[in-house]
């Protein structure tokens, strides 16, 4: 919004020339999500407190977390906000990509809301059947791979970017739609399996928001594309901007959200961020990299297939509980180390998925 009102200024002022570059608009994004976030984030969590929007506390969780019962939650409606406001009033509303991440948080955040909601009025840990959940999920999944594969920015679309390989690309073709679905599908989950500890989601999140802000700012610029060998794709340039939204929602909910945390995001904020985080990875063509920088996440969700599944065949466990940072818990590891190792980990996957772009 700032940019198509005072960018057409610069012809009598040239001040307002800054509104042109992507970088300013994306410092621009991150300082108003992080204000955003920072300052109607008390009036918010008073708000959930008087709607009394307290976290349900799973009767089989570590007995360490029944404390946590009267936290309110829901807390992802802030990120939102902040995340909405930045994205609207820095990046150009004219980018159909812009739409696409915005419009695909939101709709798995409104998934997630109704979860949490329903577990608030019902007064358990029961929200949504898991059917319920699983079928929205895919379709908005579905919907954003049949957008992108319908209409598609260049030949590279449908086809797969394999890190360390940039000759090779498998084509997808018509199945790059369930692949999408199935990316977006699985980062969401992820996330909101991840999000058990105070903090523990929020960090890796920002963590892997700041990785592809700088992923999407490479693949929209054609000379920073060219020159570290990585796929241009057009319309990107202006993601960086919502990218950066994110990091700046990410680190003012942490100011509430770290141990001992006064708000929790619930499914409302896990679910809208995993899908943003994943929508910026499929439209930049770095799908395999959200597998690494977003580690943190893939550990925590293959934990719970490896733990479902094994219970199954055999009858027992292979971790006392998961996702596996519960597994930690119940053999006796503080929260507070359990959090920061989780940090210090999704940090060296960010370094490592950074290094990619000069080993090509």
Same mark, same amino acid.
């Given at each position: 919004? @700032?940019y198509?009102? @005072?960018f057409p200024?610069a012809?009598?002022?040239?001040?307002f020339?800054?509104?042109?570059?992507v970088?300013?608009?994306? #410092?621009? +994004?991150? @300082?108003?999500? !992080?204000v955003?976030?920072l300052?109607? %984030?008390?009036? $918010?969590?008073?708000k !959930?407190t008087?709607?009394?929007a307290r976290?349900v506390?799973?009767?089989? /969780?570590?007995q360490?977390h029944?404390k946590?019962?009267?936290?309110?939650?829901?807390g992802?409606?802030?990120?939102? @906000?902040?995340?909405?406001?930045a994205?609207?009033?820095w990046?150009?509303?004219?980018n159909?990509f812009?739409?696409?991440?915005?419009?695909?948080m939101? #709709?798995m955040? *409104?998934?997630?809301f109704?979860?949490?909601?329903?577990k608030?009025?019902?007064?358990?840990?029961v929200?949504?059947?898991p059917?319920q959940k699983?079928?929205?999920?895919v379709?908005?999944?579905i919907a954003?791979?049949? =957008?992108?594969y319908? &209409?598609?920015t260049? *030949?590279?679309?449908?086809?797969l970017?394999?890190?360390?390989l940039k000759?090779?690309?498998p084509?997808? %073709?018509?199945?790059?739609?369930?692949? +999408?679905?199935?990316?977006l599908? %699985?980062?969401?989950n992820?996330?909101?399996?991840t999000d058990?500890?105070d903090?523990l989601?929020i960090v890796p999140t920002?963590m892997?928001?700041?990785?592809?802000t700088?992923?999407? =700012?490479? +693949?929209?610029n054609?000379?920073m594309a060219?020159?570290?060998?990585?796929? &241009?794709?057009r319309?990107?340039s202006?993601?960086p901007v919502f990218a950066?939204?994110?990091?700046?929602?990410? !680190? %003012?909910?942490?100011?509430?959200?770290?141990?001992?945390?006064?708000v929790?995001?619930g499914?409302?904020?896990?679910?809208?961020?995993?899908?943003?985080l994943?929508t910026?990875?499929l439209?930049?063509k770095?799908?395999?990299?959200l597998?690494l920088?977003g /580690?943190? &996440?893939?550990?925590?969700?293959?934990s719970?297939?490896?733990?479902? &599944?094994w219970f199954?065949?055999? /009858?027992?466990?292979?971790?006392?509980?998961?996702? $596996?940072?519960h597994?930690?818990?119940?053999?006796?590891?503080?929260?507070?180390?359990i959090?920061?190792?989780?940090?210090?980990i999704?940090f060296?996957l960010?370094?490592?998925?950074?290094t990619?772009?000069k080993?090509r």
């Amino acid at each position: 919004m @700032l940019y198509h009102l @005072l960018f057409p200024l610069a012809k009598s002022f040239g001040a307002f020339n800054v509104f042109r570059y992507v970088t300013f608009r994306t #410092a621009g +994004a991150f @300082l108003t999500a !992080l204000v955003v976030t920072l300052l109607f %984030g008390p009036a $918010i969590i008073d708000k !959930l407190t008087a709607m009394r929007a307290r976290q349900v506390v799973r009767e089989d /969780g570590p007995q360490s977390h029944l404390k946590k019962a009267g936290t309110p939650t829901m807390g992802g409606v802030l990120i939102l @906000l902040a995340v909405t406001t930045a994205t609207l009033l820095w990046a150009q509303l004219t980018n159909r990509f812009i739409w696409l991440a915005l419009l695909t948080m939101l #709709a798995m955040g *409104a998934v997630g809301f109704v979860d949490d909601y329903l577990k608030l009025s019902r007064g358990n840990a029961v929200g949504l059947r898991p059917r319920q959940k699983f079928f929205w999920q895919v379709a908005i999944g579905i919907a954003v791979g049949t =957008y992108l594969y319908v &209409f598609p920015t260049d *030949a590279f679309t449908s086809k797969l970017a394999i890190p360390f390989l940039k000759n090779w690309m498998p084509e997808f %073709g018509i199945a790059y739609i369930p692949f +999408a679905m199935l990316v977006l599908v %699985g980062c969401s989950n992820a996330v909101n399996l991840t999000d058990g500890l105070d903090g523990l989601a929020i960090v890796p999140t920002l963590m892997a928001a700041a990785t592809f802000t700088f992923f999407a =700012y490479v +693949a929209g610029n054609a000379v920073m594309a060219r020159y570290l060998q990585v796929i &241009f794709v057009r319309g990107a340039s202006e993601l960086p901007v919502f990218a950066a939204a994110l990091v700046g929602a990410s !680190l %003012g909910f942490l100011w509430y959200n770290a141990h001992p945390a006064q708000v929790f995001m619930g499914d409302t904020g896990s679910l809208a961020l995993g899908a943003a985080l994943a929508t910026v990875a499929l439209v930049t063509k770095n799908e395999l990299l959200l597998v690494l920088a977003g /580690g943190c &996440f893939v550990v925590e969700a293959l934990s719970v297939i490896i733990q479902v &599944f094994w219970f199954r065949r055999t /009858g027992k466990r292979v971790f006392r509980m998961a996702p $596996i940072h519960h597994h930690y818990e119940l053999n006796g590891l503080p929260e507070p180390k359990i959090i920061v190792r989780f940090w210090i980990i999704s940090f060296v996957l960010q370094v490592v998925a950074l290094t990619t772009l000069k080993l090509r």
